[in-house]
């Protein structure tokens, strides 16, 4: 079964600190991905999103994305977060054929003033 | 554009009754799709809908179910609550003229609470 693995449950980091957030999934075949972002209180929103061309994408607030093929993977990174970035982070696929699209568990990242 | 809504945003429902969750989509959006989202499970997908209808199906049993109507509002209804229904209800719909393009966009969510 199609499956998204986000490696890191909750992450805390200080303000200028460098962020990057595991997504790895299982599935061959063409795939569209996706992180949203929850912010407290907030619906979740879409960050960056990737179907295809440069596998290096660039979302809303500095945040960046590259999708490595070979390694299914869709890592966030962002070079310096604020503490405005204390969110719950989402990576999600859209996996070939299927309409579903299969969510990570999510990723709770608090930055320290 | 107003975004998805989502109606009520809170409620508190017994064991044993039935609730009925609303969304309505943004104009134009033509997919709903919803999830049930909770600290430990996190989104888990339910159904979705596409012109009334039910287009695909998640691994929830029968007690959920929903529906679509022609102006694209949709509906979900939990019937015969148990307190592992607590949860976040989120609707989420999408333009998807394409098909392949599957952005979504969220609603605000329903915090369901079975005491």
């Known amino acids: 079964a199609q499956s998204v693995s986000q490696h890191n449950h909750h992450v805390i980091l200080s303000e200028a600190a460098s962020l990057e957030l595991g997504c790895n999934y299982s599935y061959g075949g063409t795939v569209n ?23 290096l994408v660039k979302g809303i607030k500095g945040f960046e994305a590259e999708f490595i093929k070979s390694k299914f993977s869709f890592n966030l990174r962002k070079p310096s977060v604020q503490w405005s970035d204390t969110a719950e982070y989402f990576c999600a696929v859209h996996a070939g054929n299927n309409r579903k699209l299969i969510w990570g568990l999510g990723t709770s990242l608090a930055v320290n003033p | 554009k107003a975004g998805v809504t989502q109606t009520p945003r809170y409620l508190i429902k017994t064991r044993g009754q039935q ?14 799709s919803w999830y049930q989202q909770t600290p430990g499970q996190g989104l888990q997908f339910l159904f979705e ?25 949709s509906e979900m209804n939990v019937s015969t609550l148990e307190l592992g229904d607590s949860a976040l209800y989120l609707c989420a719909s ?7 393009s599957y952005e979504q966009y969220f609603g605000p969510g329903t915090r369901l609470t079975v005491t």
């Open chain 2, 94 to 100: 999408s333009l998807d003229t394409s098909g392949d």
């Open chain 1, 33 to 55: 991905l996706f992180w949203y972002v929850q912010y407290p209180g907030q619906h979740l929103q879409l960050l960056l999103k990737y179907f295809s061309g440069d596998p």
């Open chain 2, 49 to 73: 809908y596409f012109s009334e209808t039910q287009r695909n199906k998640g691994n929830f049993p029968g007690r959920f179910s929903g529906r679509q109507f022609s102006n694209s509002r």
């Open chain 2, 19 to 32: 609730v009925t969750l609303s969304c309505s989509p943004i104009s134009g959006h033509r997919s709903v």
